[in-house]
């Protein structure tokens, strides 16, 4: 079994800054990609950032130089610093990652179960 588990997200004013983590952990040979996911209601799911196990990221075009994507392959986490959030950021944020419970299986995707973001004055 793979778990993750994200922090708790939060109310945010317009403007401001909040910091995501997620940590893996059960059955993992190894991780490759990691990333973040969101959702906002009544849209379909969308990519945020992704970086991959050499350390090259990936950005959605609304999040490019507001949001950070790192992380931690020691400790199986990935962050995402989320600054000069904006009323349209508001989504639940899912933890994505790519990884291999044994040396010679495929890379399957896992999901943490998500956690929701307000930017609202």
């Known amino acids: 079994q793979v778990q993750l588990v994200e922090s708790k997200g939060g109310l945010v004013q317009p403007g401001g800054s909040l910091r995501l983590s997620c940590a893996a952990s059960g059955s993992i040979f190894s991780i490759s990609t990691m990333g973040w996911y969101r959702q906002a209601p009544r849209k379909q799911r969308e990519l945020v950032a992704t970086?991959?196990?050499?350390?090259?990221?990936n950005y959605a075009d609304s999040v490019k130089g507001r949001f950070s994507i790192s992380r931690d392959s020691a400790k199986k986490m990935v962050y995402l610093q989320m600054n000069s959030l904006k009323p349209e950021d508001t989504a639940v944020y899912y933890c994505?990652?790519?990884?291999?419970?044994?040396?010679?299986?495929?890379?399957?995707?896992?999901w943490g179960q998500g956690t929701q973001v307000t930017v609202s004055s």
């Open positions: 970086i991959t196990s050499d350390g090259s990221t």
């Open positions: 994505n990652i790519q990884a291999k419970r044994r040396y010679y299986t495929d890379d399957s995707d896992y």
